[in-house]
């Protein structure tokens, strides 16, 4: 069986660090169907309507920031258990924690060189594509 | 039987008689004394008998009031109305409680008048010991600034001192012996002397029976109350042995006040500190942002010059450039901002109608490439710094024109009015306005509810700078989230600027 492509939304209000994250991510996996919104209204609006595999995160947006945004991904029944990893520039460790106890599983800095940008997009294709299960059981590989 | 003659009898009773006894002539002479009276005044008989009344008593005041009382006939069987200061030879003197019985003939004329005299000394001295000693007390006690007052077991007022009657308010004058502890709070509670239990709140019969528990059933520990005119009491009821109660009421309003601008301080200090943690965090994202970009661009023009991608390196040059640019933004308004820091210096009477007309002046290519219809009331005079009221007023109207909505032309409302003490400016528009969520957001710094810089340009700092510069004024600003047309904000300045700070 084929594999259907994976997708990833990217909320993100910068658009030159969105652009950074899709470069990276489309060019280690490209069958990464990569979605961005500026906006977490737009983010939860969009989720209603379409199903994502992942969520990329910044925190510190305006409107509902990103923890916020965190929260109601969770609160959801629909999207409870999507993945969801916080990427920004914060490195305060009181962020970190914060991320994990909304609910993120999990949280990277946002890199300031193309290798970081290369590194941070395998890792996510390596881990989260080739390892997470989705809910009910089924296996990803067949 | 004649051998017991009552002659010899009332002889004998005159001569051992323990008190001086005289007896005096019409003519106010002595005519005879026992020898307890001789003994008494310390004159041999020779030297008494036939002298006038006079000689007895200590001085001519006297004599004259004894006079007097006789005339007036004065009851001489209490001690208080019948005591004369008397002397004696030797000059010395004695307090004596006089008693007196005329002999009057069948004609109803009076022949002599027999006096007894006993000496009241000890008697008088104590009588002025504990009077002088209730005297000294009653004296501290109204001198005491604390109120002091003692009541019975049935709860009536037995003691109290002036402070009391001036802690009991709209009480006071009613305050005598006898009331009780329950009226005199009833009467307070009703003429509103407790803030706490004013006569149109609900919760005044629980104060008051809270009030009453203490008085009959103290805990042995002070209480403190709110009492009118913003003034704190220390109320302390103490059961005594004897089953009465006494009460203080200690004035500790400027402790209390001290204590209140205390924790109004510890709330401003952690409120500050807050908005300081908020501000790093916020400035080191902004600051680090652009970095992080001229970073990854610049190692982006390497890869593309590498490739020969010529286009795309202008396009990251661009890019670069943009992000030192908003980098330098960020740094000017960050300057901006820290050089309000408080440093008020100018302070006058600003006309906020002219300050106004300026912002119109200088926003006005602006406004008319917009336009922007102005509708302008009278605006009342504010005391504060000229310079920043102007930067306050151009940031807010600037916010309303810069907000405006695609399809609506806009306009742009600044009324203002003086409420008491306070001043009310109110900026208002019909642009796009802002979600009642972030009504309290929009004044941190570096917060911007829009994405896309090249629609609403700006690095968020406005509001910011502008609750700063209001709040140096010791005033507020707030988004009025009940206008729905656009936005409103809405500033309230103090008429007139508190010298401390």
Known sequence: MAKSPKRLLVVEDDVHDARFVTRALSRTDDTLDVVHVIHADEAVLRMQREHFDYVLLDIKMPGIDGMELLRRIRSNEGTAVVPVIVLTSSTNPSDVVRSYK?????????????SGYRQFAEAFVRFWIDNTLPPGGAMLHQ | MTTFGEELVFKALYETFPDPVI????????????PAALDKFGYPVDAFIGQPARLIYADDHEYARRLHNRAAGVDERIARTSTYSYIRRDGSTFSGHLRTTPLIDADGKELALIGIIRDVSDLARAVQEKQQASDMLDAALDAMPEGFAIFDAQERLLV?????????????P??????????????????????DALPDSPDWPAWMAHRMQDFRQPDNRAKIYRYADDRWLRVENIKTKDGNTVVLRVDVTEL??????????RQELQHKNEALDQFTATVSHDLKAPLRHISMFSEMIEEELAAGNQEEVAASARHLRESARRMTRVIDSLLDYAQIAYQITAWSEVDLDDIVADTLGVLGSHAREADVTFEIAPLPKVHGDPELLRRLVQNLVGNAIKYRHPHRRPIVRVSGRAAGQQVELVVEDNGIGIDPRFALRIFEVFQRLHQDESIYGGT???LALAKRIVESHNGSIRLDTGFTEGARFVVTLPKRMRKTR
């Open chain 1, 102 to 114: 909304a609910g993120a599983n999990a949280y990277a800095a946002k890199p300031s060189s193309l």
């Open chain 2, 23 to 34: 007896i005096l002539d019409a003519g106010r002479v002595i005519r005879s004394a026992n």
């Open chain 2, 160 to 172: 109290y001192n002036r402070a009391y009657v001036t802690i009991c308010g709209p009480a006071g």
């Open chain 2, 174 to 195: 009613l305050i005598r012996p006898g009331i009780t502890a329950e009226e005199i709070l009833q009467i307070a509670q009703e003429n509103s002397h407790y803030p």
């Open chain 2, 256 to 265: 209390k006040r001290a204590e209140l601008a205390l924790e109004r301080q």
């Open chain 2, 460 to 462: 968020g700092i406005g």
